[in-house]
């Protein structure tokens, strides 16, 4: 599993790290974001479906989710929508930090590239 998750104190940690009890980050339309634990990490062969999109200044950024009805991205008036349901064009809220390397998890100055 090679998808990341924020944690507490700015630090990335792959999902498959993950197990009942660890802090993650969830984040509101309006960007406020909370603590919460993780219920549970299970992993087991699904649908998915890549989801591209440009950011409001032009940047190209995608998403790996499982493609189901209850996998769910946020609008912009901060109501949820059903990936099976979204189509080209359609508008959803993404977070985007600026590009930077990773060390244990923390952000590191050096110049990385992920193809």
Request: glycine share 8%; net charge positive; proline share 6%.
């Amino acid at each position: 599993v090679h998808g990341y998750v924020i944690t507490p104190g700015d630090r990335i940690r792959y999902l498959a790290e993950l197990t009942s009890g660890d802090p993650v980050l969830v984040v509101n339309a309006d960007g406020q974001a909370r603590t919460l634990a993780v219920g549970r990490n299970k992993i087991e062969r699904r649908p998915m479906v890549r989801i591209d999109a440009k950011t409001n200044d032009g940047q190209l950024i995608s998403a790996i989710v499982q493609h189901a009805e209850t996998i769910r991205l946020v609008s912009p008036d901060g109501k949820p929508s059903s990936i099976t349901t979204l189509n080209r064009g359609d508008q959803v809220l993404a977070s985007v930090t600026q590009p930077s390397g990773r060390h244990f998890g923390r952000p590191v100055s050096e110049t990385i590239q992920e193809r």
